[in-house]
């Protein structure tokens, strides 16, 4: 039983950071319908990110080194809309896609170059003590850091559904995403609400990739791995849908921590994929999404 | 005409290779590197077929030819004799037609079953249907213990050299383009332009993208069965997204629906990569790490700057129909 | 368009040509990037040493002439698909004589039937898989074999520690990791104690923590970890995150600083076997170790350690042969009986694997102690 619930809290830790990547992925199809594969870089350039910003400021606490980071990785993300994928925006959509993938080549053999090839950890900034509540009355050995990135990760998650729902430029964005061609006619900045969504798709990506070095380990290479899944959760959850690409991550983090845990590892990424294909077999649009429902 | 002239030269390129002549100018090592320009013409092309012609966005090429590779392998390790105990050159004829074939049919097998369940879908969610079969096809191989798991499969026979590859491009550019010109072809590229009007047309759609995704298939196959025998050795990782993205970037680099383009991207992004391996570690061997980032660079600008690749859609000569015929 | 391209292919064979030189050329395939590379970077730092300290004498003796020697070396990325491009490279456009290499098993079973059809003997340093040299005339190498290893740390595990429980946690994708582990687990099954938990993962995960918890539902005394110095830290930080306190035991995949670099004080307490301890009283090790910390400001690690000696071993062996021939140089080899290196000392009996002893390392305060030694 205290197996188990160690499991929950397993799966709940990455299905975390799946959602966080995923929303980024999510947000920028639902706005220009464009699978942006430099995503899963964002991921990994923002997890160096904090590396740099752990080692050099070590004075730094959390509170202030996590949103620094993020602001840093948004600006990042902004500027490769404005020169990559800005100019292509009424191309064929394939060059786009294209080019997504040669800037997510480029920044993994930049990173590799400039920081090196080798695994590394952001050092620990959170407590590492086991949570002694939790170990009392449940009988689960968690430790604080990794509850303290799921909550974390919910709340910047329930920011950004606020920031969507309830503000104007959320307004924008839904518009957007409703009808690109008419939004501009009605005054609306359409470049600046194409680099909000991409400012905040890559926030987000970086505090995932934060909260994946202090959990687990970065590497120049890791955005093409977790990128992809998290791609595939948000297309489980329904792409384009905020409460979907956050469903879809758990959901598929879940799979994946009990195929491991009770099958096979071998069998991950299979019964990962074929979940997936299921799925979209069943709901064609996945979980959450309806074509004709609000996209964001 | 220019086919005759490519196999009027590969086959003395192969013998004198293979005799030794010339060592500093024609050595194995740019023969490695013609061969698999071959072999990805093979994939980049077929792969041309669905996204090119057919104008679907299909992801999941590395699988089919992870299907070819491993069939291929089997047959020319467990089901066939080795080459050494048939007729020098006949035997490897032999061997080369019955596990290439076998690769062919099984991969155009399974891809024709994996169609009937893609084809319910459209657009992006076509991509990510065809994506999740490539790595579902590789995480089967990977739980099959008696090719090796993930581990790999060692010890395949080199059966391949040079002249089978660039006879087996050539055979399968010949194909394709007939292939497209024909009424078969007229279909896909009517469903590109507008499904619905092919469909009132009497065009039934959804056999008609099977068998683009069967041929395809097929050929992703061929490609993977010289793969294994020209490599020997094959790993279930070889065959994933990663794979499959570089064939995607070939055929866009080159053009899409233009088998000219598939060629010229392929030539182009292998020379590309294997020039930069050289030029820099003969003159700034310092900077050899480099390589992979000045490549992507160059892809993005090429797109930036041309956006429908290198070729677009224009064709050469010999690879368009005789007028008249 | 097409005239460019067909431009671009003299380029590339002009790039390749370069003036011939009078002297002896050696491969080199090391993984000096991808996710190992600091193990490619003391097998560069360890060729350096070797190529400085045989041309500083005028070279290798040849016959009855002296001729300068010239590693090549080629990074493989840790990848069998790129070893077998080094491999292809190395043989028939540099020509050499001899390959050194590669160091994952994975790899040198890629670039072993490259080197064996055509001729070119080859001493990996650091593949301990067993079928590396199985069958193959020209593959050698320079380490023990993992059924050894294995045998070593059960019977650590066993007698030393006193463990009556363990568990393994490998890389199902990786030869090394897989025949060690399977090897660890017969080996401490024959020797009285019980296995309670066999989980594997693939190359390249990063989270393991499903894994751990489930080995921590069975509660091992000793958990063996037979996987590379990259993922070891990650795995033993994250098993004491979820409250596993068994302790940990590895292979020869350990040996490398980045272990305790990565890792830091969760290292601490754990063993590993491996080739050789710096702290053994050899003086050619003693020479050998004073020089790479004179240059490169490190202690050398076993990988470092091992290039040294498969370096010198082929070295030797050309001039046993006494021409720059591979065929003779493959013969010279074979024939090799009680060369004395850093790392101990070689006899071929017959195959491709030598006859060695192996070590137990404790780490300590971030630094590889001296445990004991295990002789075959």
């Known amino acids: 039983m205290d197996t188990i619930i160690q499991q929950l809290f397993n799966a709940a830790q990455l299905g975390a950071v799946y959602a966080l990547i995923a929303l980024g992925y999510s947000m920028v199809y639902g706005i220009i319908r464009l699978i942006n594969f430099a995503h899963g870089d964002i991921f990994m350039l923002g997890g160096f990110i904090g590396l740099l910003l752990t080692t050099r400021f070590g004075w730094m606490p959390f509170y202030l080194l996590l949103p620094l980071a993020m602001l840093l990785t948004a600006l990042v993300g902004v500027a490769i809309e404005r020169v990559a994928y800005r100019r292509l925006r009424n191309a064929q959509r394939m060059s786009v896609v294209i080019t997504t993938l040669g800037v997510g080549i480029f920044l993994e053999n930049l990173v590799r170059l400039t920081v090196g090839p080798e695994t590394r950890q952001i050092p620990a900034r959170l407590p590492s003590a086991p949570v002694v509540w939790l170990q009392q009355h449940l009988g689960a050995f968690v430790t604080w850091d990794k509850l303290l990135i799921i909550l974390i990760s919910l709340a910047l998650m329930a920011i950004l559904w606020l920031v969507v729902n309830r503000t104007l430029i959320g307004t924008a964005m839904r518009a957007v995403a409703d009808n690109k061609d008419a939004v501009p006619l009605m005054g609306v900045n359409l470049n600046l609400v194409i680099a909000v969504t991409f400012a905040i798709g890559s926030a987000l990506a970086a505090a995932g990739g934060i909260f994946y070095g202090q959990a687990y380990s970065i590497d120049p290479y890791m955005g093409i791995d977790l990128g992809w899944k998290a791609f595939i959760a948000a297309v489980i959850g329904g792409i384009g849908s905020i409460e979907g690409a956050v469903l879809g991550s758990f959901l598929l983090a879940g799979v994946e921590v009990i195929t491991v845990a009770y099958l096979s590892s071998n069998l991950k990424n299979g019964i990962a994929f074929g979940l997936l294909i299921l799925l979209l077999l069943v709901w064609p649009w996945g979980i959450m999404g309806k074509p004709t429902l609000k996209k964001v | 005409m220019v086919c005759t002239l490519i196999l009027a030269l590969a086959l003395p390129l192969q013998l004198s290779v293979d005799a030794g002549l010339f060592p500093d100018v024609l050595n194995p090592y740019y023969l490695h590197l013609l061969t698999i320009i071959g072999m990805n013409i093979i994939l980049v092309a077929s792969l041309n077929l669905l996204n090119g012609y057919l104008g679907e966005f299909a992801l999941g090429h590395a699988g089919f030819m992870a299907v070819g590779a491993y069939t291929a392998a089997l047959l020319a390790t467990k089901a066939l004799p080795s080459a050494a105990a048939l007729p020098p050159v006949l035997g490897t004829c032999i061997i080369l037609v019955v596990t290439l074939g076998g690769a062919m049919l099984m991969a155009a097998g399974i891809g024709y079953l994996i169609g009937l369940v893609t084809f319910k879908t459209v657009g992006d969610y076509l991509a990510i249907i065809t994506l999740g079969f490539n790595m579902i096809i590789v995480n089967a191989i990977q739980n099959l213990d008696f090719v090796g798991g993930p581990r790999g499969f060692t010890g395949i026979p080199k059966n391949t050299n040079f002249l089978a590859v660039a006879v087996c491009a050539l055979l399968t550019l010949g194909l394709l383009r007939n292939l497209i010109q024909s009424s078969f072809g007229r279909v896909w590229v009517s469903i590109r332009e507008n499904a619905i009007a092919a469909e009132l047309m009497g065009v039934s759609i959804a056999k008609a993208k099977n068998w683009a995704f069967t041929i395809a298939a097929a050929f992703a196959g061929l490609a993977g069965g010289l793969w294994a025998q020209n490599q020997q050795f094959i790993t279930p990782r070889s065959f994933d997204y990663i794979k499959t993205t570089e064939i995607l970037v070939m055929l866009y680099l080159g053009g899409m629906a233009s088998l000219s383009g598939s060629i010229l991207g392929v030539v182009a992004y292998t020379l590309l990569m294997e020039l930069l391996r050289n030029l820099l570690s003969a003159f700034a061997p310092q900077l050899a790490e480099w390589r992979m980032l000045i490549s992507p660079l160059i892809l993005i600008v090429i797109m930036l700057t041309r956006q429908t690749g290198l070729l677009g859609n224009r064709e050469w000569r010999w690879l368009r129909p005789r007028q008249g015929a | ?376």
Request: aromatic share 8%.
């Open chain 3, 1 to 376: 368009m097409k005239l460019c391209t067909l431009a671009l292919l003299p380029l590339l064979v002009l790039a390749g040509c370069k003036p011939a030189a009078k002297e002896l050329k050696i491969g080199v395939s090391a993984p000096t990037t991808g996710s190992i590379s600091a193990t490619g970077q003391s097998a560069k730092n360890a060729i350096a040493l070797v190529q400085d300290e045989i041309n500083a004498g005028g070279g290798v003796q040849v016959g009855d002439k002296q001729v300068k020697v010239r590693f090549i070396l080629e990074d493989d990325e840790d990848k069998p698909e790129s070893t077998a491009t080094v491999f292809q490279k190395l043989i028939n456009q540099d020509k050499v004589l001899a390959i050194i290499g590669s160091y994952t098993s994975k790899c040198s079973n890629a670039g072993a039937p490259i080197a064996e059809a055509s001729g070119i003997p080859v001493v990996s340093p650091w593949s301990t898989n067993p079928n590396v040299t199985k069958g193959r005339k020209f593959i050698f190498r320079a380490c023990f074999i993992d059924p050894f290893q294995g045998r070593v740390v059960a019977q650590f595990a066993t007698s030393k520690l006193k463990a009556k429980t363990g568990a393994v946690l490998y890389d199902v994708a990786s030869d090394y990791n897989k025949g060690i582990a399977e090897v660890f687990r017969d080996e401490f099954t024959k020797m009285g104690g019980k296995i309670v938990g066999f989980e594997t993962y693939n190359t390249k995960d990063t989270d393991f923590s499903a894994q751990l918890t489930k080995i921590k539902g069975a509660n091992p005394e000793v958990l063996f970890l037979p996987n590379y110095f990259n993922e070891v830290p990650l795995q033993i930080q994250q098993a004491r995150k979820l409250g596993l306190t068994a302790v940990m035991l590895g292979g020869d995949g350990w040996d490398n600083p980045e272990l305790v670099k990565l890792g830091g004080k969760v290292m601490d307490g754990n063993y590993f076997s491996n080739h050789y301890s710096p702290d053994i009283d050899n003086p050619i090790a003693k020479g050998f170790i004073a020089k790479y910390k004179a240059r490169f400001g490190l202690v050398p690690d076993a990988a470092a350690a091992l290039t040294y000696d498969s370096a010198n071993l082929i070295l030797k062996a050309v001039a046993t042969a006494g021409k720059a021939d591979s065929k003779a140089i493959r013969d010279a080899l074979a024939a090799t009986v009680g060369f004395q290196g850093v790392t101990g000392n070689i006899t071929y009996g017959g195959g491709g694997d030598p006859v060695k002893g192996a070590v137990v390392i404790k780490v300590e305060d971030g630094k590889f102690v001296f445990d004991s030694a295990v002789n075959p």
